[in-house]
């Protein structure tokens, strides 16, 4: 909630899109350029990485370690990301601090961390 000057603003979560999230297995699929779903990636391939940098995305609820095992940037910046250990996405603002976390029960181990 937030209180500025006596006007008190509260969001409701969106049910639908919680329940939505909560059946989710992925955040997608990687495809071509042409939108045709590639089976065949090839994981020889050199990746050039132009910066690295480190963010503490642990929250209190979590009981695991942090297993990131997938990323995806909306449109104004902020950053939804899979935490496989923990069967959750959360949702990191530009600053990467953790905002928000939706418990998913049909996450799957991956057991890649």
């Known amino acids: 909630m937030i209180n500025n000057v006596g006007t008190d603003i509260k969001l409701q979560s969106n ?11 992925d955040l997608g699929k990687i495809t071509s350029p042409i939108g045709e779903q590639k089976n065949n990636v090839d994981l020889n391939m050199i ?18 370690p942090c297993c ?9 910046g902020d950053l939804v990301i899979s935490d496989c250990n923990n069967r959750c996405v959360k949702l990191l603002n530009k600053a990467y601090t953790a905002i928000h976390q939706v418990q998913l029960s049909n996450f799957r181990n991956c057991g890649d961390c």
């Not at 049910?15 to 297995?25: G, P, S």
């Not at 095992?69 to 104004?76: F, L, R, V």
């Open 68 to 76: 990131i095992t997938g990323i995806y940037e909306a449109s104004n």
């Open 15 to 25: 049910r639908e899109l919680i329940e939505c999230l909560a059946e989710c297995t």
């Open 47 to 64: 990746v050039s990485i132009q910066d690295k940098s480190q963010y503490r995305v642990r929250t209190a609820t979590d009981k695991e």
